[in-house]
């Protein structure tokens, strides 16, 4: 059985920092890409980033780009996001997310689309405040 646990969350000034982080279990983990998601009341869920684990290749969505960072520990089946210069904005429930994926042909917006993930953790929430 597919696990997604989230970790991490919490309530944090602007300009603070966070890490999350997705204990994964029940896959083949290096056979997988990994996501991080937002979704903020009332609006869509949103790519934060995700790491093709065949190759490490990663990927960010905008909003993240040069604040958050996407890492793993092989060993420990576990990616985490760092999350630094933090702004209200910020403030959403983060999943992490996980589909089968091949080593290449996968086009690159899928690994921030969340209609291509099959498996989901329950969420941890993130609040920022100004």
């Known amino acids: 059985e597919v696990q997604l646990v989230e970790s991490g969350g919490g309530s944090v000034q602007a300009g603070g920092s966070l890490r999350l982080s997705c204990a994964a279990s029940g896959f083949t983990f290096d056979d997988h890409a990994i996501a991080w998601f937002r979704q903020a009341p009332g609006k869509e869920r949103e790519g934060v980033s995700s790491?093709?684990?065949?190759?490490?290749?990663?990927y960010y969505g905008d909003s993240a780009r040069g604040r958050f960072t996407i890492s793993t520990d092989n060993a420990k089946a576990t990616v985490y996001l760092q999350m630094d210069s933090l702004k209200p904005e910020d403030t959403a429930v983060y999943y992490c997310?996980?589909?089968?994926?091949?080593?290449?042909?996968?086009?690159?917006?899928?690994?921030?689309?969340?209609?291509?993930?099959?498996?989901w953790g329950q969420g941890t929430q993130v609040s920022v405040s100004s």
């Open positions: 790491i093709n684990m065949h190759d490490g290749t990663t």
């Open positions: 997310a996980a589909q089968r994926a091949p080593p290449r042909g996968v086009s690159w917006y899928l690994f921030l689309s969340p209609r291509w993930y099959d498996s």
